[in-house]
């Protein structure tokens, strides 16, 4: 593939970013990581490592650093984007003024716009011209993929290009690639994994066992499932890594973002407190919201979600939430019909 | 088409179609070259079972036993050029010149009564009963982009993608495309159409090239499609409805055949392999509105029985039926009435927006070059999955295009407005129980329909103001009293019974099922709770 002659850029110097040029590189591919702070990149070039998010982890020599949004799009035909989603719009926007038809964009970025409630290649398709979009999701802590444990993730599109185009940029032989059509399913289960995350962490900073992590990851799968399917996703996609891979990982993880403000939530700590101790984005408060407004559009009953809502956000007291799920009336396991 | 470009078109299609086969033969998991023939063969002589034995399919007849009897004992090459035979007689069927009076001879598509009134009615002692053709001037408003096709249509090819309610439209379409001074556009048009009087005299207008629907043959559909692109790609305007089929429910289409607008694609890419001087192709949606629709009874009824699907081909309608084609226009003509041909904004063949110079532009307005949608490492070319997903994103933007810049009439208007009470006033939500019974649920007051159409319009206004609905979306309706004066004169005057009548301060439905059609010009806009307040409570 011609394609790969040119850098893969990413953009975003985050854990994820960061982690992505890396891959490109470890695959045997140039790789541009662009940074928007001038200093951040200064910081990262000096010591070849993003001493911020991943201490330790040299960089590749085929890394090249840039804040040239322009030059990316110049050099490179795909691009894969690594940006909190609050600030996804305006870096779509600006590479929208460099980019061109055959120009190949996966969103990596998990997460909704809170406003519009719009995902990441819808975004992308509204400030860029380009048409071969895709997004990339799966059990993907930045850590583990810098240490170079074995490890997978899904990139869909309903372009074959993109697909194929993604897996010879970023698979090694420590991480597969797999592809899927059903881009809705795969940035939706990357959205809202991340709200049955923070339930995650709550029970865990409540002292509860295994027993309920695990009762509240299946039921958060029904809930992401039912979601999905009524939105237009393909139900299977849940079943996949996008789906129940993220929410395991994030769910069980203490590396996980979501998973610590489950934890401080369950201490009592106030959300703001967490956030500002994390110093970095976790994109299931937001989203919690987003949910919820969808549950309540399309009539579909999600209480686990609807209770990270109402901790999050109308300072519900973590256990008495819990409780109430526990209380909830008896339903068929299958369907989530009520049972009379 | 032209006669000097017609054998050269011919040739062009045969080969290329003729090579793509061949290509996908010697391709892992493709059709052979016998497979190709053997499905030919197959549902032709299922077609030929069922036609009349004139000697015109005794000659078909005769061709494909040979081509049977050839086939058994050939070899590759002699394979091919029984492919190449079947390929040319489909193309030359297509592009061929058209003669009705022979036609009228060898089918039985029309029906006998149908048959006898087109030999004893020409199209012009038909048109010379119509008062005052020139009229028709001032029947048709065209509005929206007119001066951007005109522009475009001489920088490059113009593929029109409108609306398909009627089998006027192809009349309409074929006027309003004179009267901007635009050369014909190609059309591909049904053999039924060939065979109406009316029609066929307004044919002339439109490029038109034979599409037999009773043929099946996968082969016969590749050479439909080539003809098309290769129509494009000599720079001849082409018309298609991108719904496939006359709207039965009288919606807007939401769902589009995307088969010929990915022809538009192929020239395009072509066009750039040899590097023509004007590549570019543009898709022109439109939308046809009227206040009366001549066919409104038959489509809607095959909408409701469901059998829409199955009945692609309507020979039998009101259309077929040329002193009603008359009595309706007439009536129009009678009645003032305007038919509006709104012309949208124009596409490229990626579903991006076109300013009237020719130039693609993105969401945000910003110029593109829309050849690197196009670009492989080997230059130019086709790439099947893509091109696919270019062209759905391309019926995307059109049906965004045609559901923005519908026009609504007063009858629409007054349609909506009375099914929404009438509804409103039964707790019962079963449709089909409902249209058997609309008749007998007493009406509704004007005291109720004055201040519905109030809301509706405002909520109309709204949405023009938002831009999701055109500036034209509502060009006749001033106030209620006047939306209920005007809707009730045009349902009074053609149809029987009429959908809608006056009694007293109360309108009545006199048939329900045509109520329903008019109103659905309106549904998808999410305007019921407007009319139904309960809707509105509840949401």
Known sequence: ?340 | MRKEDRERAVVEVVSRVVEELRQGAASKGGASIEDVLADTLFTERQRLEKAPKDRASREERGFYREVRHRLLKASTTEQVELLRRATDRFAREIVGRFDPRVYAFTTRVVPVGAGLMLNAISPLSLLSQLPDLPNLRQRVLISGATDTLMSLAKRGTVLLTPTHLSNMDSIILGYSLYLLGLPPFTYGAGLNLFTNPLLSFFMHNLGAYKVDRRKKADLYKRVLKEYATVSMEYGYHNLFFPGGTRSRSGEVESRLKLGLLGCGLRAYINNLRRRAQRPDVFIVPCTLSYGLVLEAKTLIDDHLQEAGKSRYIIEDDEFSRPRQILQFTRELISLDARIVMHVSEPLDVFGNHVLPDGTSVDARGRPLQVSRYVLTDQGPDFEEQRDGEYTREAGLAVVRRLHRDATFMSTHLLAFAVFGLLRSHTMDRDLFRFLRTADELGGVSLDDVHPALERLLEALRQRIREGRLSDGAIPFARDPQAVVAEGLRYFGTYHEPPALERRGDRLFCGDAKLLYYYRNRLSGLDLEPVIDQRLKESA
């Open chain 1, 1 to 340: 593939m011609k394609a790969l002659d040119k850098p893969v850029g990413v953009l975003g110097g985050g854990a994820f970013g960061t982690t992505l040029a890396q891959l490109a590189a470890r695959a045997g591919h140039r790789s541009m990581l662009w940074l928007r702070d001038p200093k951040a990149k200064a910081l990262i070039a000096e010591g070849r490592e993003n001493s911020r998010y991943l201490p330790g982890h040299r960089l590749e020599d085929a890394v090249e650093l840039t804040t040239d949004l322009a030059e990316v799009a110049d050099r490179c035909l795909l691009i894969l984007l690594a940006i909190p989603s609050r600030e996804f719009r305006a870096v779509s926007r600006n590479l929208g003024d460099s980019v061109r038809g055959d120009h190949v964009l996966i969103s990596a970025t998990k997460g909704l716009e809170q406003d519009s409630y719009l995902r990441m290649t819808e975004i992308l398709r509204q400030e860029t011209c380009s048409l071969k979009i895709g997004a990339i999701s799966g059990p993907n802590l930045a850590l583990e993929i810098m240490r170079g444990v074995p490890a997978a993730t899904v990139v869909a599109s309903r372009y074959d290009e993109v697909v194929r185009l993604a897996i010879a940029a970023l698979r090694t032989p420590a991480f597969r690639v797999y592809a899927s059509r059903d881009v809705l399913g795969v940035e939706l289960g990357g959205a809202v994994k991340n709200v049955i995350a923070i339930a995650g962490g709550i029970t865990r900073g409540l002292g509860y066992g295994d027993n309920t992590l695990s009762l509240l990851i299946s039921r958060g799968l029904s809930e992401m499932t039912r979601l999905g399917a009524r939105m237009g996703a393909d139900p299977r996609t849940f079943s996949g890594l996008s789906g129940v891979g993220d929410l395991v990982v994030t769910a069980f993880s203490n590396l996980s973002r979501n998973h610590r403000v489950g934890l401080g939530l369950a201490k009592g700590r106030p959300i703001e407190e967490i956030l500002d101790e994390l110093g970095q984005v976790a994109e299931g408060v937001p989203t919690a919201g987003v949910v919820k407004d969808w549950a309540e559009e399309t009539g579909l009953d999600l209480p686990i979600c609807r209770g990270v809502h109402a901790i999050l956000h109308d300072k519900a007291s973590p256990r008495e939430v819990l409780g109430e799920l526990m209380a909830l009336h008896a339903r068929w396991e299958a369907d989530n019909r009520r049972i009379d």
